[in-house]
């Protein structure tokens, strides 16, 4: 039987982003479904005890630029430490993340590209057409993508309910790769032992 991996995000996270393509490579490689959630890591924060990027202090904030360095040079991936539009208005790339998701379409590649957008192209999600550019190169139409998907309210309820969800599985920060067993692997530096996890169940 093919495993259902939840996966919840935030399209403002370095890690998020840092993560996304190796997870996508490993869920390819186990056949295994990515249950895309993108979730609110305010609340989430505030209820598990975790603390926003600005409410850290100067040695975690210094020592989370040391890690990213580090991580960046791993994976490959030529990420800005400190773009400019960080922390990015990301509303209505989720909306759009979330109609993606009810389409039948890929909303994991989609969610790369708006991680793309702001890590390493400097660009703001704000921006229509940043995220219209971003859909493109995820080979998405952003506006059929909105046409045909539900209201605002309903997108927000949505989201609203994968913050819940995330909450209930006993998540605390993004990403994490939850399966079905309900077991938990935070942070993409946890990739591999999710990739052994899987390996073991095939």
Known sequence: ??????????????WTYMGSGPFAEIARRYGATVNVKPCKFGPIFEQTGGLPLPKRSPQ????RLVELKRWRE???IPINLEPRYFPSDDLAAV???IAAKLQGKDAHLLSLEFGRAIWEREESLADAAVMSAAAQRAGL???ALRAGGPSDAELDGLYEEF???ALKAGVFGAPSYVLPSGEIFWGQDRLELLERALKMQV
């Open 1 to 14: 039987m093919p495993v259902t991996i939840d996966y919840y995000l935030s399209l403002n996270s370095p």
């Open 163 to 165: 913050t819940r969800d």
């Open 74 to 76: 791993v994976r490959g």
């Open 60 to 63: 975690r904030r210094a020592y």
């Open 141 to 143: 139409d952003a506006a």
């Open 95 to 97: 909306r759009l993340v």
